[in-house]
């Protein structure tokens, strides 16, 4: 009883926090405290107000979708809603596509003739250029004090094969622009793919992360570049779990969803054994249970790694790793460290700023490895604002 109280209080509290800091939000914007996230004039500094604002919604979003079942079913009504509204106001297109609106960062959603989800950056053809020049500037500077190793998991719309029949804005050109201006001490690679059967396997259908076996084939590419022998790994599918990801919490998609995977090797170190910073109780717990909320995240709720800084230790492993990651990272960064002694992962949505350099000293960095989404990597699109909070010395 006290618990049911307890959650019912808290249901109503964030539902009036949501809606006094919404408001609050709007006014800023038109005030140009802050700025929208997609301004065509965001230079990508950060912008420590607005970024608090924005993570705090993103936060927000996360605890409402796991916690409240009524939350969703609200949801399914309001996406309905503001995807009609989208869809008819400021989306004019001739697009052979069906337009379902956007997801809580502003991206246009879209489904293709066999039911795949599209995902397709506001943007502008000049802002992507700016802001593709400024992240190639920044990885310069940074190879200046280590080697860098990046490893991009494209999406759909970055594939090569999609230039014959995609009427969207195929991003894969930005890649090859990226990989030509950077420095030789700088490597690069994405998760391969040929088909689009192929991506398919490899990626979740409803959600914007790769499955097991994606995160496998990329976690075998990754341990190649980083000279390291990779474990062998199994996948498990937790064929009880109906996952409704992401795209299709955004989209209020409810027909469709994905059996939610993970890898496993019985002779790995867990999380828990090599963590050695302080963190909470709902740090990758590497479990979960079926939940009656319809788009509960259960990646999150499975991989959690939405803090600053987490650090590894592995008695039995060589040489110290600094990964650079999002939520792509959460999946294998643990079975990565593994086989290195150290390895501390830096989650660029959630650090403060920090002097790269001195940061690379005080840890004894041998080896450095980026891996974040391609649109993060490329433009840094969600606005993590990683030229001030890396691009110091």
């Known amino acids: 009883m006290k618990k049911s109280k307890f959650l019912i209080k808290s249901f109503f509290f964030i539902i009036f926090f949501v809606a006094i800091l919404y408001p609050i939000n709007f006014f800023l914007i038109n005030k140009k405290v802050i700025t929208n996230n997609f301004s065509n004039n965001y230079n990508l500094k950060n912008n420590n107000l607005e970024n608090l604002f924005y993570n705090l919604k993103n936060r927000i979003e996360v605890q409402m979708t796991n916690n409240f079942p009524l939350y969703n079913e609200l949801n399914i009504y309001y996406r309905g809603i503001k995807n009609n509204i989208n869809k008819s106001i400021y989306l ?51 190879a ?49 793919v040929k088909s689009s059967n192929d991506y398919w396997q490899l990626f979740y259908h409803t959600d914007h992360h790769w499955n097991a076996y994606g995160a496998k084939k990329a976690y075998n590419d990754i341990m190649k570049l980083l000279n390291k022998e990779p474990y062998s790994l199994d996948v498990i599918e937790l064929t009880n779990i109906e996952f409704h990801g992401s795209i299709a919490k955004s989209s209020g998609d409810i027909k469709e969803y994905d059996t939610l995977s993970y890898l496993y090797n019985k002779d790995i170190l867990l999380p828990q054994d090599m963590l050695i910073n302080s963190l909470d109780t709902n740090f990758k717990p590497l479990k979960i249970n079926k939940r009656n909320n319809l788009f509960y995240d259960y990646y999150i709720g499975f991989f959690n790694g939405m803090y600053p800084e987490v650090k590894y230790y592995n008695p039995n492993g060589q040489d110290n790793l600094l990964i650079i990651g999002d939520s792509y990272t959460w999946s294998i960064d643990y079975i990565i460290a593994n086989s290195f002694k150290n390895t501390i992962i830096l989650n660029p949505r959630y650090i403060t700023e920090i002097n790269y350099e001195e940061y690379l000293k005080e840890n004894n960095i041998d080896k450095v490895l980026i891996l974040m989404e391609t649109q993060s990597i490329l433009f840094d699109q969600y606005n993590y604002g990683l030229l001030d909070k890396l691009g110091g010395k």
């Open 92 to 142: 004019n297109t001739n697009y052979n596509y069906n337009y379902l609106g956007t997801n809580v960062d502003e991206e246009y959603i879209f489904k293709d003739q066999n039911n795949n989800y599209i995902i397709q950056n506001q943007l502008s053809n000049t802002e992507l250029d700016n802001r593709l020049s400024n992240m190639i500037n920044l990885y310069n500077s940074l």
């Open 144 to 192: 200046n004090y280590q080697d860098i190793i990046i490893y991009m998991p494209d999406r759909y719309e970055y594939r090569n094969y999609l230039n014959k029949n995609i009427t969207i804005r195929n991003m894969s050109d930005y890649i090859i622009k990226f990989k030509d201006k950077l420095n030789d001490n700088i490597t690069v690679n994405n998760l391969t």
